[in-house]
């Protein structure tokens, strides 16, 4: 997952958009008509010790924050949960996955012991988490309830 080209329903320009900005409102580059990305399968964005802090302020949307690890086999397993997840809740919800093996200053911010962790942030503030691997159910309820 990462970039891909959308359409511009209004103009039909190609417009490529990044996982990492698909929350933020994405426009078409030629007519500035806002991309539908309902149906794109742009997964999670990928967030960073670098951007941490600036990825949970950019939205008002309930933020999920997987800490992975990729080379635990349960963390492995559960990434094509939370591409899927990204999809189904865009609009609603932002899905993000952080790699906790080399973003140790977030990893130790938010008290990370075992991964997969799933932290839910609202305007920067953990309101709650989930931690080991789950049913795809129990984190769509999750975001269900904080959406
Ligand atoms: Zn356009």
Same mark, same amino acid.
């Given at each position: 997952?990462? #970039? @891909? ?5 209004? %103009? ?18 030629? %007519? ?11 997964? !999670? ?9 600036? &990825?949970?302020?950019?939205? =008002?949307?309930? /933020?999920?924050?997987?800490? &992975?690890?990729?080379?635990?086999? $349960?963390?492995?397993? @559960?990434?094509? /949960?939370?591409?899927?997840?990204? =999809? ?13 093996? /080399?973003?140790? !200053? ?9 991964? $997969?962790? &799933?932290?839910? &942030?609202?305007?920067?503030? +953990?309101? #709650?988490?989930?931690?080991?691997? /789950? $049913? +795809?159910?129990?984190? !769509? +309820?999750?975001? =269900?309830?904080?959406?």
């Amino acid at each position: 997952m990462g #970039d @891909m080209v959308v359409t511009c329903r209004k %103009c039909g320009a190609k417009n490529r958009v990044s996982a990492a900005k698909q929350h933020l409102g994405p426009k078409c580059g030629k %007519c500035k008509a806002a991309l539908d990305l309902s149906g794109a399968q742009l997964g !999670a964005a990928e967030v960073s010790d670098a951007n941490f802090d600036s &990825f949970l302020a950019s939205t =008002d949307q309930v /933020v999920m924050l997987d800490f &992975f690890s990729p080379t635990c086999g $349960p963390c492995r397993g @559960m990434m094509p /949960v939370v591409e899927s997840l990204a =999809d189904r809740f865009r609009g609603r919800a932002v899905v993000a996955k952080i790699d906790s093996t /080399v973003n140790l !200053a977030a990893a130790s911010r938010c008290a990370i012991r075992g991964v $997969p962790a &799933f932290l839910f &942030f609202r305007n920067g503030r +953990e309101v #709650d988490r989930i931690t080991g691997a /789950v $049913p +795809e159910k129990t984190l !769509a +309820e999750k975001l =269900d309830s904080l959406s």
